[in-house]
């Protein structure tokens, strides 16, 4: 089945993030965490320390809708992480209790930018960016 799914990288906290999300999604991970140490090496990367060989290679994550989150660590050697405000992750739960759930489930040490709230549009709406640097807009439809 073809799907779309969001990839996010981290500097060393994957697994801190990835667990974070699975409490606010309440869901579990497909499959095992991957660690860059259960890979064999590619031709000219630098060797791993005992630290960078225990860092995320991948770890996936349903989330609503049927999107999977992934994700994973990068080493210095792989390049600088910048988290910046060009993307946000947007779901729309089935309702709004669900909403509201998610919702303060993400913000838990994070930057609301928006509150939860009726909009103009129509939608129960509200922003934030979690702990982690990732940006999030959270909207429902439903009107209860």
Not at 79 to 103: K, L, Q
Request: aromatic share 10%; glycine share 12%; hydrophobic share 40%.
């Amino acid at each position: 089945m073809a799907r779309t799914s969001t990839y996010l990288h981290f500097s060393g906290t994957a697994e801190d993030a990835f667990n974070f999300y699975k409490a606010a999604f309440g869901t579990e991970f497909v499959g095992p965490i991957v660690r860059m140490g259960d890979v064999s090496a590619q031709p000219g990367q630098p060797e791993m320390s005992a630290d960078e060989q225990n860092l995320v290679m991948n770890v996936q994550l349903p989330i609503t809708g049927g999107h999977l989150l992934m994700g994973n660590d990068a080493p210095a050697w792989m390049g600088t992480v910048n988290h910046g405000n060009a993307v946000d992750i947007c779901i729309d739960p089935d309702t709004r209790a669900e909403a509201d759930r998610i919702f303060a489930a993400l913000a838990e040490g994070g930057t609301v930018g928006c509150g939860l709230r009726e909009m103009p549009w129509g939608h129960y709406f509200g922003s934030l960016v979690d702990r982690f640097g990732t940006q999030w807009m959270v909207g429902c439809t439903a009107k209860s």
